[in-house]
């Protein structure tokens, strides 16, 4: 009865939990084996893997996949390093440090939308954006980096927003560095890069690991930032797999490859994590 009693009460939470997750998974899994087409709605019927067939056999897939990795990569290791520096740069104490704090978090809390269309319009437009005044200035000619650079637009866009996340976890993490060891490095002739390498860095590791993990699970999904900036153009220059899956679900109402695709980033995803588990779990046991 004492075991019974909590169970009971956990029961309708779990539950609901489970059908949450398991319900659109499964219907996933139906649709990706059927022919299901909205503009088609005649056309129905079992095709087995027929979807995951077409959907990997896209002439933009190789391109999707690609710039999913290269956007994947080039975030991590922009916020990792960046958010570092700026991490250990505002460790000592200064005057105005907290205000300092929260103006770099700040980003964090914007809208994906929003980040897209203050950057879209504010930065890199190639008449009026602040990029484009930086270049006259200097006599140069303004860059549309939107069509010329779709792809490293959207890394900038992207990474600009998860700067904040990674710094503010890397100064949590100094936060916690015992400054017994620094001052006793200090005073037995240790210069700085002698306490990043062998102090600084070791005690960043765990840090390091939860941002790329957690990183990587949210990055293989983006798509407001390209469907606000570049719309995957030009042409497929900057589609990733989730905006793929997009123009096969809404663009061509071909909600079967949809389906197929949308299992194709599950795979992806539980890949990468099984991975990044194992990097954290390393750190973890240090």
């Known amino acids: 009865?004492?075991?019974?009693?909590p169970r009971a009460l956990m029961a309708p939470a779990v539950i609901t939990l489970f059908l949450w997750m398991i319900v659109p998974l499964v219907m996933t899994i139906y649709f990706s084996v059927i022919r299901y087409n909205l503009m088609?709605?005649?056309q129905t019927g079992f095709i087995g893997l027929e979807n995951f067939e077409y959907f990997v056999t896209d002439p933009s897939f190789g391109t999707a996949v690609l710039n999913t990795l290269l956007l994947l990569g080039s975030v991590i290791l922009i916020t990792?390093?960046?958010g570092s520096l700026i991490a250990l740069l505002i460790d000592d104490p200064f005057p105005g440090r907290g205000l300092v704090r929260i103006l770099?978090?700040?980003p964090f809390f914007v809208m994906p939308t929003v980040n897209a269309l203050l950057w879209k319009h504010m930065m890199m437009n190639p008449i009026y954006g602040v990029l484009a005044q930086v270049?006259?200035?200097f006599g140069g000619t303004?860059?549309?980096?939107l069509t010329d650079f779709p792809l490293l637009s959207v890394i900038i866009i992207v990474s600009w927003q998860w700067l904040p996340f990674a710094t503010l976890i890397f100064i949590t993490s100094l936060q916690s560095m015992n400054r017994e060891q620094l001052e006793a490095s200090r005073m037995d002739g240790a210069n700085y890069l002698q306490q990043l390498r062998y102090l600084y860095l070791p005690h960043m590791a765990r840090s390091v690991a939860v941002v790329v993990m957690i990183e990587m699970i949210f990055l293989l999904s983006v798509f407001a930032e390209i469907y606000t900036t570049t719309g995957g153009g030009p042409g497929d220059a900057s589609t990733n797999v989730a905006f793929l899956i997009f123009k096969q679900a809404l663009l061509n109402f071909d909600a079967g490859v949809a389906s197929a695709g949308a299992l194709f980033a599950v795979v992806l995803a539980n890949i990468a994590a099984v991975f990044l588990i194992r990097?954290?779990?390393k750190n973890l046991d240090k």
């Open 1 to 5: 009865m004492n075991r019974f009693i």
């Open 80 to 82: 990792v390093v960046l």
């Open 104 to 106: 770099l978090i700040s």
């Open 135 to 137: 270049w006259l200035f």
């Open 40 to 42: 088609q709605p005649d």
């Open 279 to 281: 990097m954290v779990g």
């Open 142 to 145: 303004p860059v549309d980096w």
